[in-house]
């Protein structure tokens, strides 16, 4: 199975694919049968989170064309569009790859307004880079870390987000 996201540049100017280093392709690569990307079983689901520059920010160009590049961003029919996801996968027993794409739309929302999934892996997300010391956290806190997570609480029937709500509080205190 194989995944690749290409951004609208009307919308965004650069992109991070946080995590997965080890799983990256070439984006010529992406056709290619031979090569492998990846596998997930059935009833299984992968998240991939993206730390995204907004339009108008100056960002170096890799000088290879994709789709929302062929056109003028005032000029493009993809202007509400914000982002393609494509999929390859192959069938148990199959030899070539299945193409899925589906553009999704630019809704303009906040992370106070998503799911409660994507901001429990937003929280999560932050404070890995928190712990690594990575040079892309930014303005993260624990605090900040926290307050996401304290928000994505849900139903947690097997208490796994209080637990790491707890572990972000530990984290705190160890930094003070």
């Not at 056109?71 to 027993?93: G, H, I, Q, W």
């Amino acid at each position: 199975m194989k995944i690749q996201v290409e951004f609208n540049p009307a919308k965004i100017a650069g992109y991070r694919l946080i995590g997965y280093e080890n799983r990256l392709l070439a984006n010529k690569d992406f056709n290619d049968d031979a090569k492998d990307a990846g596998e997930i079983g059935a009833g299984h689901s992968v998240t991939a989170l993206y730390e995204i520059v907004p339009a108008g920010q100056t960002i170096e160009n890799n000088g290879i064309e994709l789709k929302y590049s062929q056109v003028a961003p005032s000029e493009s029919n993809f202007s509400d569009e914000l982002l393609t996801v494509k999929l390859r996968y192959k069938e148990p027993n199959g030899s070539e790859s299945k193409l899925l794409t589906q553009g999704l739309l630019d809704r303009g929302n906040a992370i106070e307004n998503a799911s409660e999934n994507l901001k429990f892996a937003s929280a999560v997300a932050e404070f890995g880079m928190i712990l690594r010391g990575s040079r892309y956290q930014g303005s993260a806190s624990f605090s900040s870390v926290g307050s996401l997570a304290q928000s994505s609480l849900g139903s947690d029937l097997k208490s796994y987000r209080s637990d790491f709500l707890d572990l972000v509080r530990k984290g705190n205190r160890l930094k003070n």
